[in-house]
């Protein structure tokens, strides 16, 4: 005869192996990439467009990863002296519901090990409507013992730091979804064949939407929580170099000089809610007690450099180079580095 147990829902089952959990929990994970890219111009415009689309699904039910990408480059030559090169590219990437790691709180993946052999684990998806919740058919003697209502965990066990693997998969909720541009432009100038003047410009910005909610029912947090955080970085950089570059007989001379100005800015706004007043409808407004903060820097770096190498006879080199930087964040009476470097080579 086979053994039976009054399981942890009342219903009676035996007390037997209830064989691979693994596939009926995990899926098969997927990725789709498609692009498409245009390029095109004469002997002095060119350019060339692409974008990307990446749609992917998780191995941990209800999580996956999508991007887009699109990317414009160009080159000009206007005349025989001036040249312009740019590339923008902007990035948005969405990641939904990223599954919890590291210790065991709302950690489905520990909860798949902790699961015993005699347990099927969809014997713990409970309501259909709402996975991993109290059933609507769970006993009311039941749920008094326990201090729930319906609609809250479907816990296995009475250890509330062990999450059932469906709750925390479609009820948890760990959002994030970011905006990226990165740009570039260079503009070049040949006064003569061995004497240019350049200036670049490039900058980085990105806006980062984080939301992360712990659904009302919990065991380790009965009445839930949800969190939004918005965070924004700025960068720029604007560089200019004077280049000279020239043999004399067999001397040789290739040398720079030029600046970099770099200016960043970072601002954070986060928003909590713990608690909420109307039961399971997650939205700040509805959380009983709020907390917010705010962040906000700036920080930039001037820099001068410089760089010379002299040859003889393509065999005997010299270098040598030069920078110093000025930084924000350091004492002003302190915040001046000088790097200098020098060197010699010898080609066999």
């Known amino acids: 005869s086979v053994a039976r147990f009054v399981d942890f829902d009342g219903v009676v089952r035996p007390y037997t192996?209830?064989?691979?959990?693994?596939?009926?929990?995990?899926?098969?994970?997927?990725?789709?990439?498609?692009?498409?890219?245009?390029?095109?111009?004469?002997?002095?415009?060119?350019?060339?467009?692409?974008?990307?689309?990446?749609?992917?699904?998780?191995?941990?039910?209800?999580?996956?990863?999508?991007?887009?990408?699109?990317?414009?480059?160009?080159?000009?030559?206007?005349?025989?002296?001036?040249?312009?090169?740019?590339?923008?590219?902007?990035?948005?990437?969405?990641?939904?519901?990223?599954?919890?790691?590291?210790?065991?709180?709302?950690n489905g993946i520990l909860s798949m090990y902790y699961l015993p052999a005699s347990r099927n684990v969809n014997d713990l998806r409970g309501d259909p409507n709402k996975l991993g919740a109290i059933p609507a058919s769970q006993d009311a003697t039941s749920l008094a013992i326990w201090g729930k209502i319906r609609g809250e965990e479907f816990q296995q066990a009475n250890n509330n730091w062990h999450q059932n693997p469906w709750w925390t998969a479609y009820q948890f909720n760990d959002d994030d979804e970011r905006d990226r541009i990165i740009a570039s432009g260079t503009a070049r100038y040949d006064f003569t064949d061995f004497l240019y003047v350049q200036a670049r410009y490039g900058m980085e910005w990105y806006t980062r939407r984080d939301n992360q909610t712990e659904p009302q029912g919990t065991g380790f947090n009965r009445g839930g929580l949800i969190r939004d955080n918005e965070t924004r970085i700025r960068e720029t950089n604007l560089e200019w170099v004077l280049g000279f570059n020239k043999t004399f007989g067999k001397m040789s001379v290739n040398a720079f000089g030029g600046g970099n100005r770099m200016r960043r800015s970072y601002e954070q706004l986060a928003i909590n809610g713990n608690g909420f007043n109307v039961p399971f409808f997650e939205a700040i407004n509805n959380t009983i007690t709020r907390t917010w903060g705010y962040g906000f820097s700036e920080s930039g770096i001037n820099s001068l450099f410089g760089s010379a190498e002299f040859g003889y006879n393509n065999i005997i080199f010299l270098n040598g180079s030069v920078r110093n930087d000025w930084f924000s964040t350091l004492n002003p009476e302190t915040n001046s580095l000088l790097y200098p470097s020098i060197g010699t080579s010898f080609v066999f």
Request: hydrophobic fraction near 30%.
């Open 17 to 106: 192996d209830q064989g691979d959990n693994w596939p009926r929990y995990f899926e098969t994970g997927q990725s789709w990439t498609n692009s498409i890219a245009l390029s095109g111009g004469s002997e002095t415009q060119n350019f060339r467009f692409s974008a990307a689309d990446l749609r992917s699904s998780s191995v941990v039910p209800d999580a996956g990863f999508d991007r887009q990408n699109f990317m414009l480059s160009t080159n000009s030559k206007f005349g025989e002296k001036l040249t312009f090169t740019s590339k923008v590219m902007y990035s948005h990437e969405f990641a939904d519901d990223r599954p919890w790691l590291s210790d065991s709180p709302a």
